[in-house]
């Protein structure tokens, strides 16, 4: 399995971008990079996923690196709600969900 | 839609008592996963299902521990003997057909305090 590595917390302004990297500099090449987020008292929801192509939906934007050995979640406009702790996830078939410490997002009004 | 639904939302109880945590997937979804959550541990995987069938219960921390999954829309997670030690967060998932891409989808947890 591919490790991650995520800074422990992070803090942003409300209504601003945020950035929350991860890095996966031993990742297969056809592992894809999920990510979740937990918001407090809750079960962890799925965000996004992607494999080389940067992604967009609804919830937010995945940036893939070049070399896949990196990956950067884009809210563009962080709300309150958007407090939580973020897991980035590399996976393949057969494997199980693995889920490192994350990233805790404080958001500030 | 209903999501998946856990019950007890919290349970406490003394040790050396059984313990059985409730599941129901989402309907139409064949993947079931158990996960445990602390604060040392964070969320680990005990076990999880296809079809019904477990597959992979090598999270399963000892014997105390057993799930089943008798249907497509119920499964259970039980300790017995139940220890301090057990106490902890429970999640439930389930994931639609369609290998990893699909998203898995938690249940609200049982908190489980045992005294």
């Known amino acids: 399995d591919a490790k991650t590595t995520q800074p422990n917390s992070m803090e942003s302004n409300e209504e601003e971008p945020v950035h929350l990297p991860c890095n996966h500099s031993?990742?297969?090449?056809?592992?894809?990079i999920h990510w979740y987020r937990q918001l407090p008292s809750q079960g962890p929801e799925y965000v996004i996923h992607?494999?080389?192509s940067n992604v967009n939906n609804r919830m937010a934007s995945l940036a893939i690196a070049e070399d896949r050995k990196s990956s950067t979640l884009i809210l563009h406009r962080a709300t309150l709600r958007d407090a939580a702790v973020y897991y980035c996830?590399?996976?393949?078939?057969?494997?199980?969900?693995?889920f490192g410490p994350g990233t805790r997002l404080s958001v500030l009004p | 839609d209903a999501g998946v639904i856990q019950s007890p939302r919290h349970e406490v109880t003394e040790m050396g008592q059984e313990v059985t945590l409730r599941c129901k997937p989402i309907s139409g979804h064949n993947s079931l996963f158990w996960y445990r959550q602390t604060m040392m541990r964070g969320l680990e995987l005990l076990i999880y299902?296809?079809?019904?069938?477990?597959?992979?219960d090598s999270g399963m921390p000892e014997d105390r521990f057993s799930a089943k999954m008798p249907n497509a829309s119920f499964s259970t997670l039980k300790i017995q003997p139940s220890e301090p030690r057990d106490s902890a967060v429970y999640f439930c998932?389930?994931?639609?057909?369609?290998?990893?891409?699909?998203?898995?989808?938690f249940g609200d947890g049982t908190r489980l305090s045992i005294l």
């Open positions: 992607g494999l080389t």
């Open positions: 998932a389930s994931v639609a057909p369609g290998g990893i891409h699909q998203p898995q989808h």
């Open positions: 996830i590399p996976i393949n078939y057969g494997q199980n969900f693995v």
């Open positions: 299902f296809n079809n019904n069938v477990p597959i992979d």
């Open positions: 031993t990742i297969s090449g056809t592992d894809y």
